[in-house]
């Protein structure tokens, strides 16, 4: 999480530090082509095609002239179109919320799923939305495939892309809290080297280490009284480290990507309670929105969420099985269902079981 946090933070610096530069024209040039190549696409206007095919040949007449004079052909271009990706990554990242966080609440506090007028449309754009990540297990397959065919070496020592794969797919879910926090350190580190020439080169991870704890700890346990000024000074100095390391601990990608990772797991169970027990009572179709969301979130999350806090492998276990989870699940909405009286009578239950 640390490396990649860091990677954005340069995808950041890099940049502010082009736009304020000569490369602004090369945006410029980036920005024109995307609106001409949407226009050409889904412009009813034909012309915006052939103002499509006159765009690329003034391009390439300007690769040409570079060439000629002895340069690389639209090198400068291709540099600012590579960060311009690059700050694609960090853009799509952000709105890694919309579905974690946002969607839920709209649908069960709400009674609201996007884009769906009636109850009937919420329910149709829930199974669509599952049927739109049939596309990312393709490419999956086909960079998997890919891989296995450029470096054999990969597949006789056994990768397992898959689960590499799945990672990345399930770190995006939770990568808002590291990729803001690159937006804001990124940017002050940008403004400091180009306003204020400041130094970038030093780094620091800005750690109270534990070593300074235990001395802390041991200094305060070694005092004679607990009234004495000796004791009140190591009680002091103790506590102020671990204010210390809670205040830094908010500048750290790790610690906070942890606590978002588990209050979006949380939270997927308190959404579905509220929906069934409170919000969507009467409205049957989006309480099923809202478990069909808030499940799939839950299958997205929770590898993370046990991988970075492992005391929730206390209740779930380890490896953590999907039966206890959607047992959970089932659990949560069962009791919704005592608690909003849709079940007048629990024998028929005692009965299954």
Avoid at 38 to 50: I, L, P, V
Avoid at 74 to 92: D, F, K
Avoid at 104 to 119: E, K
């Amino acid at each position: 999480i640390e490396a990649v946090y860091r990677w954005s933070c340069g995808a950041v610096e890099l940049y502010w530090a082009t736009l304020f530069s000569s490369q602004f024209t090369d945006y410029c040039v980036i920005g024109s082509i995307t609106i001409i190549f949407g226009m050409a696409c889904f412009s009813e206007f034909s012309f915006m095609y052939f103002v499509w095919i006159a765009f690329l040949f003034f391009m390439g007449i300007s690769a040409y002239y570079e060439k000629s004079s002895g340069l690389r052909p639209l090198r400068s271009l291709n540099v600012s179109a590579t960060i311009s990706m690059n700050t694609m990554y960090w853009i799509s990242n952000l709105t890694s919320l919309v579905w974690g966080l946002l969607v839920p609440i709209r649908i069960t506090v709400f009674s609201a799923a996007p884009i769906s007028g009636t109850v009937e449309q919420s329910l149709t754009w829930a199974f669509v939305s599952l049927i739109l990540r049939l596309p990312i297990g393709v490419v999956t397959d086909r960079i998997i495939s890919m891989a296995t065919f450029l470096s054999p070496k990969t597949k006789k020592d056994h990768w397992n892309f898959s689960m590499v794969l799945w990672r990345s797919s399930q770190l995006f879910v939770c990568s808002f809290a590291y990729t803001l926090l690159s937006l804001i350190n990124g940017t002050q580190t940008a403004y400091r080297a180009r306003f204020k020439d400041g130094d970038n080169t030093m780094w620091s991870s800005f750690r109270v280490s534990s070593d300074e704890l235990a001395k802390a700890k041991k200094k305060m346990a070694k005092s004679r009284s607990c009234f004495s000024k000796e004791y009140v000074d190591a009680f002091y100095g103790y506590y102020r480290l671990q204010l210390l390391r809670l205040y830094l601990s908010f500048n750290m990608p790790d610690v906070i990507t942890t606590y978002l990772a588990a209050f979006l797991f949380l939270m997927q169970f308190s959404m579905i309670f509220i929906s069934v027990a409170v919000t969507n009572v009467r409205k049957p179709s989006y309480i099923l929105t809202s478990i069909i969301v808030c499940s799939l979130n839950v299958f997205l999350v929770s590898d993370i969420a046990f991988l970075l806090m492992p005391s929730f492998e206390n209740v779930i276990g380890r490896p953590a099985r999907l039966e206890y989870v959607f047992g959970i699940l089932s659990t949560v909405i069962i009791i919704s269902l005592l608690i909003n009286h849709s079940i007048h009578s629990i024998s028929y239950y005692i009965k299954v079981f």
